[in-house]
């Protein structure tokens, strides 16, 4: 995973899928920012294939983390596939897919 920040948007370029394997890097990351002051995240899935039940339940954490600090988060580049699991699960509705 690389981070990047620009004027305040942190962006978390994922390398690799975003299951059980690999969360507690994620979930440091994330906190690590949080931490920091951080507010705005964007989450780029052009490294990842797959997203298991923690990885959501992962991102819906974070998502309510930031929402109560009044922060935002977003996903870019999410293949078709990962995109139709947060259709159907109807994610797309409160994880803002650009």
Do not use: W
């Not at 964007?42 to 983390?65: H, K, P």
Request: net charge negative; charged share 20%; proline share 1%.
């Amino acid at each position: 995973m690389h981070v990047t920040n620009d004027d305040g948007l942190i962006t978390i370029a994922l390398e690799g899928d975003l299951t059980s394997a690999n969360l507690n890097d994620f979930r440091a990351m994330v906190q690590e920012e949080i931490d920091a002051g951080s507010k705005s995240f964007c989450i780029d899935f052009s490294g990842a294939a797959i997203i298991d039940s923690m990885g959501i339940g992962c991102l819906v954490a974070t998502y309510n983390s930031l929402r109560q600090k009044e922060g935002t988060i977003q996903l870019s580049n999410v293949p078709e596939n990962l995109k139709d699991v947060f259709q159907v699960m109807r994610l797309d509705r409160i994880l803002s897919i650009v």
